[in-house]
């Protein structure tokens, strides 16, 4: 049973056909794309930060608030880091464990050309 036809599990006599252009059949799939994009956009906006934090410490000139201000940032970033990685390597690891796919769903997004 696909996630269009849960809908209509109450009368079994209704029919509906899956669209074929939609990759993803299920809740399970679409979490596991949902959870891939997540971790790539954490990432991302991690490394905004970490640049953005560089950034502060150029432009700060001296002043030792600022400074403490682009260090700050810069450690948050790190640590943001390290755990989007942490928490790709637990979910890789449970994915080869247990045999289920966490991450991966085929979310396809538009191409431009």
């Given at each position: ?38 971790l790539i956009i954490s990432a991302l906006l991690a490394f905004f930060f970490l640049i953005l934090g560089g950034i502060q410490w ?56």
């Amino acid at each position: 049973m696909t996630l269009f036809q849960q809908v209509f599990a109450a009368n079994p006599s209704i029919t509906i056909n899956q669209p074929t252009n939609i990759k993803i059949g299920d809740l399970g799939q679409l979490i596991s794309a949902l959870v891939g994009v997540l971790l790539i956009i954490s990432a991302l906006l991690a490394f905004f930060f970490l640049i953005l934090g560089g950034i502060q410490w150029i432009t700060s000139g001296g002043d030792k608030a600022g400074m403490e201000a682009a260090r700050n940032k810069i450690t948050h970033a790190i640590v943001g880091l390290v755990i989007v990685g942490a928490a790709w390597a637990i979910m890789v690891l449970v994915q080869n464990f247990l045999g289920v796919q966490i991450i991966g769903g085929q979310l396809d997004f538009p191409k431009p050309f």
